[in-house]
């Protein structure tokens, strides 16, 4: 599956695919960093998974240069493709910038940068675990 270009790729299969790819990434994390009841656990991966924590990864890893021209146009392609009046537990713009967010690790995954989307898997870690600190 390697190959896929990024300007034309369905940016919403791209982020049904990169859901389950961070997913997958975050339930190892947090495997490794604790033991403790499986819900503890979970409750903890939740804080990585949800659009809040993804959208504010993105946003930083925008910010920050961190992504390649071409990464950051297909979040924002991704994030101007998504329609969704009212997403549960987050705001319009949260929800679109994480759906932008999961359509790169989709489009990572798909296209074999597996070295590529571990860094952008750890750095988003990361900010999160930075803004959680700084009492978000």
């Given at each position: 599956m390697t190959g896929i270009d990024p300007k034309t790729a369905d940016t919403t299969a791209l982020a049904y695919l990169g859901d389950a790819v961070?997913?997958?990434y975050i339930r190892k994390y947090v495997l490794k960093k604790g033991r403790g009841p499986m819900h503890q656990i979970n409750r903890l991966a939740v804080r990585y998974v949800c659009a809040d924590s993804q959208a504010?990864?993105?946003?930083e890893l925008m910010a920050s240069a961190f992504l390649t021209e071409q990464e950051t146009r297909l979040v924002k392609r991704a994030r101007n493709?998504?329609?969704t009046p009212k997403p549960r537990g987050t705001?319009?713009?949260d929800y679109k910038l994480a759906t932008g967010f999961e359509a790169l690790i989709g489009w990572l995954y798909s296209d074999g940068q597996t070295e590529r989307l571990e860094q952008v898997v750890r750095e988003a870690v990361r900010i999160i675990e930075e803004e959680e600190k700084?009492?978000?």
């Open positions: 961070y997913e997958v504010a990864a993105v946003k493709r998504t329609n705001t319009p713009q700084g009492g978000r």
